[in-house]
């Protein structure tokens, strides 16, 4: 079965950067394109980042220019490098395929705080 586990989360202060990891198993990890997403407390479950099978990305403006996505297929991993955190960026963050296919992994905590 399909399996994602999300790491790399954290406290970090405003204007800091944090390196996201989501390793998949079950699935022919190359072949698909990857999400990540994020849920604030209270808040529902947002898109922050995506990436196809090719390399394309895509972002929302919210993230734009700060947060990049990129992918090892070798390692079957999705990452989410995010720089310049802003304290609206605390939620915890949650990889998955961009149509939200699969279970929910435990999903990592990010919180940007002074």
């Known amino acids: 079965q399909v399996q994602l586990v999300e790491s790399g989360g954290g406290l970090v202060q405003p204007e800091g950067s944090l390196r996201l990891s989501c390793a998949a198993s079950?699935?022919?990890?190359?072949?698909?394109?990857m999400a990540w997403y994020r849920q604030a407390p209270g808040k529902q479950r947002e898109l922050v980042a995506n990436?196809?099978?090719?390399?394309?990305?895509n972002y929302p403006d919210s993230v734009k220019g700060r947060f990049t996505i990129s992918r090892d297929n070798a390692k079957n991993t999705v990452y989410l490098q995010m720089n310049s955190l802003k304290p609206e960026d605390t939620a915890v963050y949650y990889c998955n395929h961009p149509d939200e296919r699969w279970p929910w992994g435990p999903g990592t905590q990010v919180t940007v705080s002074s």
């Open positions: 079950g699935i022919r990890f190359s072949i698909y394109s």
């Open positions: 990436i196809a099978s090719g390399g394309y990305t």
